[in-house]
């Protein structure tokens, strides 16, 4: 076997093991930018920070929607307060639980829609928002 026909060999067989590992893409594994009115999410691999028009959270495990598309995640939740932050000023975080549902969008080809409620610790609930993947939050920070 000539040289350059042992190293279209091994360049095929390279080829043929990478497309043999390549990790399939698991659907159900929810990540990117949601954003709608007075709420955003931006989900990562496993982690999410939330934003409010006066608040912040975070998720602090992947989110992967079920069968029906909902989801239950814990995480954290921090009322911010109006104005200018002071030095020193601590802000109250408390745990919380992120749930909700993923459905389709509207349209053939439209961007999935997220209902999103959350549950605090001290017993408050927030919601529901409605988030667009793809969208930046539409806040309004608290002044």
């Given at each position: 076997?000539?040289?350059?026909?042992?190293?279209?060999?091994?360049?095929?067989?390279?080829?043929?093991?990478?497309?043999?590992?390549?990790?399939?893409?698991?659907?159900?594994?929810?990540?990117?930018?949601?954003?709608?009115?007075?709420?955003?999410?931006?989900?990562?691999?496993?982690?999410?920070?939330?934003?409010?028009?006066?608040?912040?959270?975070?998720?602090?495990?992947?989110?992967?929607?079920?069968?029906?598309?909902?989801?239950?995640?814990?995480?954290?939740?921090?009322?911010?307060?109006?104005?200018?932050?002071?030095?020193?000023?601590?802000?109250?975080?408390?745990?919380?639980?992120?749930?909700?549902?993923?459905?389709?969008?509207?349209?053939?080809?439209s961007a999935r829609?997220?209902?999103?409620?959350?549950?605090?610790?001290?017993?408050?609930?927030?919601?529901?928002?409605?988030?667009?993947?793809?969208?930046?939050?539409?806040?309004?920070?608290?002044?």
């Amino acid at each position: 076997m000539g040289r350059i026909s042992k190293f279209l060999l091994l360049g095929a067989a390279a080829m043929a093991a990478a497309s043999c590992d390549t990790a399939q893409v698991d659907r159900n594994h929810v990540v990117g930018i949601w954003g709608g009115p007075h709420a955003g999410l931006d989900l990562q691999d496993g982690l999410g920070d939330a934003e409010f028009d006066c608040a912040a959270g975070t998720i602090d495990d992947p989110l992967y929607a079920g069968a029906d598309g909902s989801f239950s995640l814990k995480g954290s939740y921090r009322a911010g307060a109006p104005g200018p932050v002071k030095v020193g000023q601590i802000f109250r975080s408390q745990g919380a639980v992120y749930s909700g549902r993923i459905s389709a969008g509207p349209g053939k080809n439209s961007a999935r829609v997220m209902t999103l409620q959350i549950a605090l610790d001290d017993g408050t609930s927030l919601g529901p928002f409605t988030l667009t993947e793809g969208a930046p939050p539409q806040l309004t920070r608290c002044l």
